[in-house]
Every structure is written in structure tokens, then in C-alpha cells.
């Protein structure tokens, strides 16, 4: 079982921008890829954003692609999703989590994650 844990969520106004953290292994950054997702309230998971090993590529899901920012720094054993421009749409529960690929498959483990609130 690989393991994560999200931090950074909190509540912002619309605009505003927050950094998401998430700790994991040199295993899961080896050898998955690494992803974003939410789930709001009443309603179904969200792919947000996925992260590649080296050379590490890059995938953003169309509500958040040119707000958000997905990194990694494997020194530190972290990936880093950087959320720009709020809105109150993004508000929702943030989890971390590893993939087999970015480009299909579904999480094979995630953490507890992390709330974000936009309002006003």
C-alpha cells in the first residue's frame, strides 16, 4: 500500500490561489504516476491532473487546465498541485494519489485528503 498525505487546503476567496502538498515515497514517484482528483459533496470524483516520472509529463482535465499547476520534486519525496484563480466550482475535497499510467486507469491508492472552500 503506498501511502499519501494532502496538506494546504484551507478556505480562499474567489481569485485567490492556494498550493496543495503531497507527501509520499521515492517507491510511488519511481514507479506510478502521480495524480490529482476531488470529490464535492453529492457528486462524482473528479480527475484533475496527473504527473509523469522522469521526464515528467503533465496532464490537466479541461475545469482546471491553465489554472492549476501539477509538480513534483523527487528530492523531497513531494508533488505540488498549485491552484490559481479559485472559484467557487473548485470547492471540494483534494486527494492525492497514484496511477499505472496517467492516460487511463483509475487511482490505485489515494490519501485522506485535504478541504479546499472558495467562497466569497
Known amino acids: 500500500q503506498v501511502e499519501f498525505v494532502e496538506s494546504g487546503g484551507g478556505w480562499v476567496q474567489p481569485g485567490s490561489s492556494l498550493r496543495l502538498s503531497c507527501a509520499t515515497s521515492?517507491?510511488?514517484?519511481?514507479?506510478?504516476?502521480i495524480g490529482w482528483f476531488r470529490q464535492a459533496p453529492g457528486k462524482e470524483r473528479e480527475g484533475l491532473s496527473c504527473?509523469?516520472?522522469?521526464?515528467?509529463?503533465?496532464y490537466y482535465e479541461d475545469p482546471v487546465k491553465g489554472r492549476f499547476t501539477i509538480s513534483r520534486d523527487n528530492r523531497k519525496k513531494m508533488v505540488y498541485l498549485q491552484m490559481n484563480d479559485l472559484k467557487p466550482e473548485d470547492t471540494a475535497v483534494y486527494y492525492c494519489g497514484s496511477r499505472v499510467s496517467c492516460q487511463s486507469g483509475d487511482f490505485n491508492s489515494w490519501g485522506q485528503g485535504t478541504q479546499v472552500t472558495v467562497s466569497s
Open positions: 521515492s517507491f510511488a514517484l519511481d514507479y506510478y504516476a
Open positions: 504527473i509523469t516520472g522522469s521526464p515528467a509529463r503533465t
